[in-house]
C-alpha cells in the first residue's frame, strides 16, 4: 500500500477551505499552509502558517507532498505556475478526492487531480495532472480531460468528449457527446457545446 506523506497546503483562499475539508474528512496528516500574504505562526481555519515561497525550499521533496489551495479562474495562471516551479525543485502533489464522489474503478487520474464533492466519473474517464474536477460535476464514459483544465460546479460532460489543456468549462455548462474542445479554452456559465471547440476559444454566455 502507498503511504500517504505528510501534506504541506499551498495558499489559503476559498479553494483551499474547500481542500481542507477533504484532508480532514481523509484524517490526512497537514504539516502546515504555505502563503506568503500571510505572517508565519499566523493560523488559517486552526492551520498554522508555516512558510512562504523562501521558506518552502527548507522542507525535504522526498518526505512531504504539496496540496494546491491555489484557485483557478480563467487568465489567471498563478496555480500553474507555481505547481510547475515547484514540481521543478522536486515536489509532488497529492491527490485529493472528496468522499462523496462516486468514481469508476476504471479511470486513470494522473498527480495533482482534485475532485470535489458529489462529482461522478465514469468508466475510462482520463483526468490529467493537476485538474480540478468541481463539486456536483458529471464525467460520462472514455472523456478525457486535459493536464491543468478546471471543469467548474454542476458541469455535465456526456460520453467520450476531448477537453485540451488549461481550458476552464464554467459552472453549469452542458458538453454534448463526442464533442472536442482545444487547449486555453473557456467556456462561460450555462453553456451548451454541441459543435467542437477550437483552441484558445471564448464561449461567453451574454447576458439578456
Known sequence: ?????????????????VLIEILELRKMDIIGIVDPNRSIGEAYLGI?????????????PSEINLVNGIGSIPSNENRWLE???????????????HPSAILSSKLNLEDGVQIMA????????????????NSGSVIDHDSVIGDQSHIAPGVTISGGVKVGKKT?????????????????????????????????????????
Open 168 to 208: 476552464h468549462i464554467g459552472t453549469g455548462s452542458v458538453v454534448i457527446q463526442n464533442i472536442s474542445i482545444g487547449d486555453n479554452a473557456v467556456i462561460g456559465a450555462g453553456s451548451v457545446v454541441f459543435k467542437d471547440i477550437p483552441n484558445n476559444f471564448k464561449l461567453i454566455q451574454k447576458k439578456k
Open 48 to 60: 498554522e502558517v508555516v512558510a512562504n515561497d523562501v521558506q518552502i525550499n527548507e522542507f525535504n
Open 118 to 133: 458529489g462529482s461522478i466519473l465514469q468508466s475510462h474517464v482520463s483526468i490529467g495532472r493537476d485538474v480540478i474536477i
Open 1 to 17: 500500500m502507498k503511504k500517504v506523506k505528510p501534506l504541506l497546503i499551498l495558499g489559503s483562499g476559498g479553494h483551499c477551505k
Open 83 to 97: 505547481a510547475q516551479r515547484l514540481r521543478a525543485k522536486g515536489f509532488s502533489f497529492e491527490q485529493l478526492i
